[in-house]
């Protein structure tokens, strides 16, 4: 009975509309307020697990988890010389592929212009199964590239800042001068553009893709590699399996993994959903203490009828009850609120900032700063359960001290005043 009694008023109390104006408006504060922190923290950690998710399933679907390379990319070696170690890199438990590489310099020339490039020699094929490329093809597919035919693949932003698309003729100039009876000349090679990526990332403006033999022949390199590029089943575990493969594959190699080269940003990121989300967590904190003002004042206006409460017999904790239960209405009303605001707000984020993009011309995600161009999100509702536990715990927490209050009040020194 005394719990009915208690959920029946805390809920009625709990109302933010008043007959005292103030009351009712740092009411309706407390609830926005709560709502507003809460929802602000959801978006922010969806933008920061979109981030995350990016990282994750397309920049490091693209860059080779680990690398086994020559001790120094200027000396290569023979494909032949590398069919042991394959085998046993490809034996190895958590390696799921491994295919062939040429990392190498150039420059793009056309319509006048030049760019310096990332050039990758790969077999389509096996590349395939270590990289997922494939997905982000604008048009053309890798493989289009084939054995003489002098096709390239390049990204986006390359092929825009070139004034090229499929099709049309570019020229690499390989960085690698020889020396002839008739000086240094440099060898260069018209290319077809035979497909466009777009990752939505810095390899959109500065790679390209050849078939390996086409760039072994241009750069007289014969059938050598620099190193094959291995796929493994966990992402976090390549160091670990880099010293299993040191000490099992007797060829001395050198194995760089994604962490060289993405690892701090991945750990940036994560790093800052971590200090972000305390951070605001301090701003729902104090949100939710602005219950104890809200109730501070309830208790004040509702005094006559405590003390109504108390002469008829009402507990002292039933009255304690009553105002926990109202800031607990209250609490859950604006950590509601301010959850499906964020979960909208979140799912909407990347279409908002594009359009703000497009009004204002001003280009707020760069590739050539963060990892992609784009704001992504990902709503996850482990997330969202945090955010509402803790918007209502710290909301309950704030509602201790005015309970406690009311429940304290003396009946005899109220109703000798009304």
């Given at each position: 009975?005394?719990?009915?009694?208690?959920?029946?008023?805390?809920?009625?109390?709990?109302?933010?509309?008043?007959?005292?104006?103030?009351?009712?408006?740092?009411?309706?504060?407390?609830?926005?307020?709560?709502?507003?922190?809460?929802?602000?923290?959801?978006?922010?950690?969806?933008?920061?697990?979109?981030?995350?998710?990016?990282?994750?399933?397309?920049?490091?679907?693209?860059?080779?988890?680990?690398?086994?390379?020559?001790?120094?990319?200027?000396?290569?070696?023979?494909?032949?010389?590398?069919?042991?170690?394959?085998?046993?890199?490809?034996?190895?438990?958590?390696?799921?592929?491994?295919?062939?590489?040429?990392?190498?310099?150039?420059?793009?020339l056309?319509?006048?212009?030049?760019?310096?490039?990332?050039?990758?020699?790969?077999?389509?094929?096996?590349?395939?199964?270590?990289?997922?490329?494939?997905?982000?093809?604008?048009?053309?597919?890798?493989?289009?590239?084939?054995?003489?035919?002098?096709?390239?693949?390049?990204?986006?932003?390359?092929?825009?800042?070139?004034?090229?698309?499929?099709?049309?003729?570019?020229?690499?100039?390989?960085?690698?001068?020889?020396?002839?009876?008739?000086?240094?000349?440099?060898?260069?090679?018209?290319?077809?553009?035979?497909?466009?990526?777009?990752?939505?990332?810095?390899?959109?403006?500065?790679?390209?893709?050849?078939?390996?033999?086409?760039?072994?022949?241009?750069y007289?390199?014969?059938?050598?590699?620099?190193?094959?590029?291995?796929?493994?089943?966990?992402l976090?575990?390549?160091?670990?399996?880099?010293?299993?493969?040191?000490?099992?594959?007797?060829?001395?190699?050198?194995?760089?993994?994604?962490?060289?080269?993405?690892?701090n940003?991945?750990?940036?990121?994560?790093?800052?959903?971590a200090?972000?989300?305390?951070?605001?967590?301090?701003?729902?904190?104090?949100?939710?203490?602005?219950?104890?003002?809200?109730?501070?004042?309830?208790?004040?206006?509702?005094?006559?009828?405590?003390?109504?409460?108390?002469?008829?017999?009402?507990?002292?904790s039933?009255?304690?009850?009553i105002?926990?239960?109202?800031?607990?209405?209250?609490?859950?009303?604006?950590?509601?609120?301010?959850?499906?605001?964020?979960?909208?707000?979140?799912?909407?984020?990347?279409?908002?900032?594009?359009?703000?993009?497009?009004?204002?011309?001003?280009?707020?995600?760069?590739?050539?700063?963060?990892?992609?161009?784009y704001?992504?999100?990902?709503?996850?509702?482990?997330?969202?359960?945090?955010?509402?536990?803790?918007?209502?715990?710290?909301?309950?927490?704030?509602t201790?001290?005015?309970?406690?209050?009311?429940?304290?009040?003396?009946?005899?020194?109220?109703?000798?005043?009304?």
């Amino acid at each position: 009975m005394r719990r009915q009694v208690a959920w029946y008023l805390g809920s009625r109390y709990a109302s933010l509309r008043s007959r005292n104006l103030l009351v009712g408006f740092i009411s309706l504060l407390t609830v926005g307020g709560l709502a507003l922190g809460v929802a602000i923290l959801v978006t922010v950690l969806s933008v920061m697990n979109g981030f995350d998710r990016e990282m994750q399933q397309r920049v490091l679907g693209l860059v080779p988890h680990l690398t086994a390379t020559t001790p120094r990319l200027n000396y290569l070696r023979d494909e032949e010389e590398w069919r042991e170690a394959r085998a046993i890199i490809n034996e190895t438990p958590g390696v799921v592929a491994t295919a062939p590489f040429m990392q190498l310099q150039g420059m793009l020339l056309a319509n006048g212009r030049s760019k310096g490039i990332l050039l990758n020699g790969v077999d389509p094929a096996q590349e395939a199964q270590v990289s997922i490329i494939n997905n982000f093809m604008q048009g053309g597919s890798l493989t289009d590239l084939k054995d003489g035919s002098y096709y390239m693949a390049i990204g986006a932003n390359l092929a825009k800042q070139l004034g090229v698309a499929i099709g049309d003729s570019v020229t690499l100039v390989s960085t690698v001068v020889p020396i002839t009876p008739m000086g240094e000349f440099t060898r260069q090679k018209a290319f077809t553009v035979a497909a466009v990526f777009a990752v939505g990332s810095q390899l959109d403006g500065n790679l390209a893709l050849v078939h390996l033999a086409d760039a072994q022949r241009l750069y007289r390199l014969d059938k050598r590699l620099h190193g094959y590029r291995i796929l493994t089943d966990d992402l976090f575990a390549v160091t670990d399996l880099a010293d299993l493969l040191q000490t099992t594959v007797p060829m001395e190699l050198d194995y760089n993994d994604w962490t060289r080269s993405y690892g701090n940003i991945y750990e940036n990121i994560r790093m800052s959903k971590a200090l972000v989300g305390l951070l605001l967590s301090l701003l729902v904190a104090v949100a939710a203490f602005n219950v104890i003002v809200s109730l501070m004042m309830v208790v004040h206006e509702k005094q006559g009828d405590i003390a109504i409460l108390r002469t008829m017999g009402t507990s002292k904790s039933t009255i304690r009850n009553i105002f926990l239960v109202q800031g607990l209405f209250i609490g859950s009303i604006g950590t509601a609120v301010g959850v499906f605001i964020g979960v909208v707000l979140s799912l909407a984020i990347g279409d908002i900032v594009e359009v703000l993009q497009l009004l204002t011309g001003v280009m707020f995600l760069s590739a050539d700063i963060y990892p992609v161009n784009y704001l992504p999100s990902e709503v996850r509702l482990a997330d969202i359960a945090l955010v509402s536990a803790l918007a209502l715990g710290l909301s309950l927490l704030a509602t201790l001290y005015p309970a406690v209050r009311a429940a304290r009040t003396r009946p005899a020194e109220i109703l000798r005043y009304e």
